[in-house]
């Protein structure tokens, strides 16, 4: 099994930085808010919130970034992620519909890409593999594109 290229580490810090700025805003207005109408003194929610957002915003991303792995074999993509919850998803070349290779802003600029199956089927009919560089994830779909022209349907 595989991992993800080094890109996606940051490209993950700045989505949990995102995220906690997000959540360190609401928190500094509801403690305005307090401050304003019960004379709570600030820093009251902000503190704690910021204490609450340590994990996920440091310490998380490079866990999260450890727990990715993929592999191919001859008919099947298997993706393994997850720190708390391990995830072990394997999906068959015969069940995938369309491939998309995609990247956003910050996934350019860190030159990673994200590779995207839909398979047949309404339960996790979208699989997802984030971090790969943009030749390894065309180089996949590719590889699995081939596989599909060859199963006969």
Same mark, same amino acid.
């Given at each position: 099994?595989?991992?993800?290229?080094?890109?996606?580490?940051?490209?993950?810090?700045?989505?949990?930085?995102?995220?906690?700025?997000?959540?360190?805003?609401?928190?500094?207005?509801?403690?305005?808010?307090?401050?304003?109408?019960?004379?709570?003194?600030?820093?009251?929610?902000?503190?704690?919130?910021?204490?609450?957002?340590?994990?996920?915003?440091?310490?998380?991303?490079?866990?999260?970034?450890?727990?990715?792995?993929?592999?191919?074999?001859?008919?099947?993509? =298997? *993706? @393994? %992620?997850?720190? +708390?919850? #391990?995830?072990?998803?394997?999906?068959? $070349? /015969? =069940? *995938? @519909? %369309?491939?998309? +290779?995609? #990247?956003?802003?910050?996934?350019?600029? $860190? /030159?990673?890409?994200?590779?995207?199956?839909?398979?047949?089927?309404?339960?996790?009919?979208?699989?997802?593999?984030?971090?790969?560089?943009?030749?390894?994830?065309?180089?996949?779909?590719?590889?699995?594109?081939?596989?599909?022209?060859?199963?006969?349907?």
């Amino acid at each position: 099994m595989t991992g993800l290229e080094r890109g996606q580490l940051s490209v993950m810090r700045i989505h949990a930085a995102i995220f906690g700025g997000v959540v360190l805003a609401a928190a500094t207005g509801a403690n305005a808010v307090l401050l304003a109408t019960l004379a709570v003194p600030m820093g009251t929610v902000i503190i704690p919130v910021a204490l609450l957002l340590a994990y996920p915003v440091l310490l998380g991303p490079p866990r999260r970034f450890r727990a990715w792995r993929y592999g191919t074999g001859d008919q099947e993509l =298997r *993706v @393994q %992620h997850g720190v +708390v919850v #391990q995830v072990q998803t394997v999906v068959p $070349f /015969g =069940r *995938v @519909q %369309h491939i998309d +290779v995609a #990247q956003g802003p910050i996934e350019r600029s $860190f /030159g990673v890409a994200r590779l995207v199956l839909h398979t047949a089927g309404t339960a996790n009919s979208e699989v997802v593999l984030p971090g790969l560089s943009r030749a390894t994830a065309e180089g996949l779909r590719d590889e699995i594109r081939a596989h599909i022209r060859q199963d006969p349907a």
